[in-house]
Nanobody, 128 residues
């Protein structure tokens, strides 16, 4: 059974840093696409960062490029999203998601959100 569980959210001041974790089970990173999305109240869901075996790249949304790092820990079956220089507009519920095929590009997964499995979100609030 595929499971994803995001954690690590919280209240952070503007300019601060945060690392979100997503513990996964039921699949291997090498055969999949894994993504971080976020959604703020009243706004559309946004693909923040996506990694896919389809192109072997990691995609970052323009809104976080240069401030976010997507990483893997195969020994812990965990993926991370580290963000610094946080802004109030980074506030939202962050979700990790996975697709077991992973044939499309990382950008495609982030732009269209066509991933099969979604975990429960973790709330990030950046105070101004």
């Amino acid at each position: 059974e595929v499971q994803l569980q995001a954690s690590g959210g919280g209240l952070v001041q503007t300019g601060g840093s945060l690392t979100l974790s997503c513990a996964v089970s039921g699949f291997t990173f090498e055969d999949s696409a894994i993504a971080w999305f976020r959604q703020a109240p009243g706004k559309e869901r946004e693909g923040v960062s996506c990694s896919s075996r389809g192109d072997g790249h990691t995609y970052y949304a323009d809104s976080v490029k240069g401030r976010a790092t997507f990483s893997f820990d195969n020994t812990k079956n965990t993926v991370y999203l580290s963000m610094h220089s946080l802004k109030p507009e980074d506030t939202g519920t962050y979700y990790c998601a996975a697709d077991l095929n992973g044939y499309s590009s990382s950008a495609y997964y982030c732009r269209y959100g066509v991933l099969t499995y979604w975990g429960k979100g973790t709330q990030v609030t950046v105070s101004s």
